[in-house]
């Protein structure tokens, strides 16, 4: 009787399988304690695709496992004899066979094959995209082997789950008597007329909301033309002398008559009655009168009220 190949930690992990057995036995005592679960697992699972090479016997998920650990060389494995196996295993079940068990195939072939290209390969810089592209395959397939082993153990959870909760029944008579006296009364603070307070206060509709101007200032208006009439005797009074602006606004007695009184200059210099200067910026405004029209003769009509 001849034992499985390289190594006997290998070995003791399928279980102590032979060459030309069938089943795998229990592990013995003294087996590695980090190899025993996964084989241990493997063996209660429901019989499915086995392998049987010169150096390995077992169920093909664990031949990954043993690959992935490093406690077998991928490269002593001959995947082409797997795949025929896996073929002629496919014509003896038929129709019984599954499409999770042949897409569980193709993953775990697809990354053996990926893992024993990269061991064969010279290693070094990979410069070529093509074999970026590549090196990037092999990540996907490694990725979506994790993401299988993560679906098969969570639905492992989910059936130990299941046939707990089978073992529960939900209470299915109802409140006693006794209890049922026990629950108070409800009762309502508001009635009828409460309620209809309620619905009144909720569909009223809101008033629209206003801005009030009235803290702003004063709201009567300035008249333009008077402020202008009265800057107009003032500069007349004294021909071909400047006065400043800050001087013919001295008698106002708000903002809006300033604002006004401005207003009123820039009409005297459109009808040619002042003229005025700065000599710098920010200075004062001097202002002229010019002599040009008499103050009867100004037209102040298309002048407005300032408000």
């Known amino acids: ?32 304690e980090a190899a025993t679960p996964e084989a241990g697992a493997t063996a209660g699972e429901e019989q499915g695709f086995r392998v049987k090479l010169a150096n390995f016997e077992g169920p093909f998920d664990l031949l990954l496992n043993l ?20 073929i002629a295993y496919t014509r003896e079940m038929g129709s019984e066979l599954g499409l999770e068990q042949t897409t569980e195939f193709l993953v775990i072939a697809a990354t053996l094959l990926d893992l024993k290209a990269a061991r064969l390969l010279p290693t070094g810089e990979v410069d070529d995209p093509e074999d970026l592209a590549l090196l990037e395959a092999r990540d996907l397939l490694f990725a979506r082997l994790l993401q299988y082993r993560a679906y098969k153990q969570v639905a492992a959870l989910f059936g130990e789950l299941e046939a707990a909760a ?48 009235d803290h702003l200032h004063d709201m009567h208006k300035v008249s333009v033309p008077g402020q202008a009439r009265r800057m107009a005797a003032l500069l007349a009074a004294s021909p071909g002398e400047w ?65």
């Open 166 to 213: 089978l073992q529960r029944y939900p209470r299915a008579v109802s409140l006693e008597q006794q209890f049922t006296d026990l629950l108070p009364e409800v009762t309502l603070g508001v009635d009828a007329n409460g309620f209809a307070e309620v619905a009144v206060a909720a569909l009223t509709p809101r008033p629209i909301p206003t801005v009030g101007l």
């Open 1 to 32: 009787m001849t034992e499985t190949g390289t190594a006997d930690a290998d070995a003791a992990e399928v279980g102590n399988s032979e060459v030309g057995t069938t089943d795998v036995e229990a592990p013995e005592a003294g087996t590695t």
């Open 243 to 307: 006065m400043t602006f800050r001087a013919l606004v001295a008698d106002c007695e708000n903002g809006l008559e300033v604002v006004g009184s401005f207003l009123g200059l820039l009409e005297l210099f459109r009808e040619r009655a002042v003229t005025f200067e700065q000599p710098e910026a920010l200075e004062e405004l001097q202002v002229s009168w010019t002599g040009e029209r008499d103050r009867d003769e100004l037209r102040m009509e298309k002048a407005e009220d300032y408000e």
């Open 67 to 86: 690959i992935s650990q490093h406690r077998l060389d991928v490269t002593e494995v001959a995947l082409h004899a797997v795949t025929d196996e896996f």
